[in-house]
Structures are given as C-alpha cells and as structure tokens.
C-alpha cells in the first residue's frame, strides 16, 4: 500500500513538472500581456487540480489495464496452439495471422469511435457547417479509417515489410485526394488524422504494436513495434476525403436526376 502511494505520488509530480509550463504560460500571457485579472480564479484552481488527478489516475490506468491488455491479446492470437501450426516460426505464412488482423481493425475502429476528442471535432463540425457535415458519418468513417490502417499496420509487422513503402503509398492516394476533394473538407480531414491518436487509442495501439513485435519470430520491438500510430493518423485523411468526394457525387447525381 505504501510503494503504490509513493508511485502516485511520483506520477503526480512528474505530471504537475510537465503541465505547470502550460499554466505558467497562459497565466503570464493573462496578467503581462493582456493585462486582465483571471476570471474566476477558484473554480480555474479547482479544474486544474481536476486535470492534474485526472491525468495521474489516466497514467496509472494504462500502466495497469491498457498495456497489459494489449501484450496479453496479442500474445494469446500468436500462440502456436491458436494459429494451428506445430512451432512458431518465420516460416508462418502471413495469412495464418487472420484474427489478429480482424481484432487490430475491431480494436482501432473501436478506439476511435470512443476518442473524446474526436466527437468533440465533430460535433464543432456539424454545428459550424449547419448540418452539411455530419457528425455521425464523420466519426463512422475516421473509426473505419484507423481500423483499417491499424490492421493493414498489423499485416506490416507480421510480414516485416518495409514501413516507408506504405506511409508513400498513403500518401501519394491523400495528395490525390486533396486535388479533386471539396474545399470545405480538406482541413478537417487533415486534423482528423491528429484528433485520432489520443488519449484512448494511443496507449491501446502502442501496446498492441509492441505486444505483436515480440510475439511474431523474427520481429523487433524496437524496430517493428512502433508505427502503428502513423498509420491510424494517415488512413483516417483517406477515409474523411473519401467521405467527403462521394457525399459530393451523390448530391451530384441527385441534382442532376431532378433537372
């Protein structure tokens, strides 16, 4: 009981070394150069301790469930006995690994559906474009751009196939896309790649990359495990863009059938 009050109070000064320069910054700015006094000073004292325990409790959360989920789900998919082969090997066929691929998508389209601040982006979205953008379809086809990249990441470690040669190849399909998508899209796309990897699906994905990369034979963790958060941040741009072009050629098809 004592050493787990002292690990929380260890997490709790790092995380205050590392949030008090934000404070610190915004309360300069308010007082030296805006020259205003602070709003409501004991309800901002009170969020900031909020935010300070809320971060500490998040930390040792994912030290206790997420990682360990995360190594634990991919070592049991990997095992001989499941993948139905005599010795785990190289010499694995990559097709052998199926449900690993099925549970990589599942768990990132999952992740990203639940990203808080995913629907916040969206629903900002919605409201400032009037209902033009949806909030639903919006957060549906970012979660079915993380699934797939997750898993399509997933086909990466296990056939340790070159990781530049996919981030290229996403890409060159998302410089295409910005040429003939709508401009009212093309920023939201963009973040929507960023919002995606926070504080629900980074630690699940890193813990499942780096689960996998020493489950495999022959993998890495170093070199194969990390990556993946790359590709949850690059398909989820294909897949608003893609929203975005075929929302615009059935508005399209549909003006054109009433002419």
């Known amino acids: 009981m004592i050493d787990e009050l002292m690990q929380f109070a260890m997490t709790l000064l790092a995380t205050c070394r590392d ?30 301790i909020s935010v300070l325990l809320g971060i500490v409790f998040f930390l040792k959360g994912l030290d206790m469930a997420l990682f360990p989920l995360g190594d634990l789900m991919a070592s049991q998919l990997t095992t001989a006995e499941f993948l139905g082969v005599a010795v785990l090997d190289e010499s694995i066929s990559w097709q052998a690994y199926f449900w690993i691929y099925i549970f990589a998508a599942s ?7 639940a990203e808080p601040s995913l629907l916040a982006v969206a629903l900002k979205a919605e409201k400032i474009s009037g209902g033009t953008i949806r909030a639903w379809g919006l957060r549906l086809s970012v979660a079915l751009g993380v699934g797939f990249g997750i898993a399509l990441g997933v086909f990466r470690i296990v056939t340790g196939s070159e990781f530049y040669l996919f981030i290229l190849g996403g890409y060159l399909v998302v410089m295409i896309q910005t040429r003939f998508a709508p401009k009212l899209i093309l920023g939201l796309a963009y973040d929507s790649g960023a919002v995606t990897t926070s504080m629900v699906t980074v630690p699940m994905i890193t813990a499942l990359g780096l689960g996998l990369a020493e489950a495999v ?7 194969d495990g990390f990556g993946l958060i790359a590709f949850a ?3 989820p741009i294909i897949a608003v863009l893609g929203y975005a072009q075929i929302a615009q050629w059935l508005n399209k098809s549909r003006l054109s059938s009433k002419s």
């Open 19 to 48: 949030v008090l320069p934000i404070a610190a910054t915004i309360i300069g700015f308010q007082l030296l150069v805006i020259r205003r006094p602070i709003a409501h000073p004991r309800k901002i004292l009170i969020g900031f």
């Open 107 to 113: 768990i990132g389209f999952a992740t990203a559906l």
């Open 217 to 223: 034979p022959g993998r890495n963790p170093l070199v």
């Open 233 to 235: 941040s690059l398909f």
